[in-house]
């Protein structure tokens, strides 16, 4: 059974930065492209960032470009995402979510995904 947990969210300042952590289980990590997304309230669900398969690739939605990075651990079964420079806009609960991938590939849309955590708080405060 594949088990995903998120961590490291919390209350910060505007201009902080925090590191959230998505450790996996019941999988074998390396073969799975990971993402992460993150839905405020009253909206839909969004893509934020995706790893592929031995970190060949990464991509980042346009919001959080040059602020957020993506990186991956395959000895730990951990994605982590470094957010920096963070705004008020940015406040939303986060996800991991992981896809299996016999090829080198970026996923940004949510049904490509087979796997969810069940999310961590990011709160921004002005």
């Known amino acids: 059974q594949v088990n995903l947990v998120e961590s490291g969210g919390g209350l910060v300042q505007a201009g902080d930065s925090l590191r959230l952590s998505c450790a996996a289980s019941g999988l074998i990590f390396s073969t799975y492209t990971m993402g992460w997304f993150r839905q405020a309230p009253g909206k839909e669900r969004e893509f934020v960032a995706t790893i592929s398969v031995r970190s060949t690739k990464s991509t980042y939605a346009d919001s959080v470009k040059g602020r957020f990075t993506i990186s991956r651990d395959d000895a730990k079964n951990t994605v982590y995402l470094q957010m920096n420079g963070l705004q008020t806009r940015d406040t939303a609960t986060y996800y991991c979510?992981?896809?299996?991938?016999?090829?080198?590939?970026?996923?940004?849309?949510?049904?490509?995904?087979?796997?969810w955590g069940q999310g961590t708080q990011v709160t921004v405060s002005s």
């Open positions: 979510a992981a896809r299996v991938d016999t090829v080198v590939a970026v996923r940004t849309e949510r049904g490509e995904y087979a796997y």
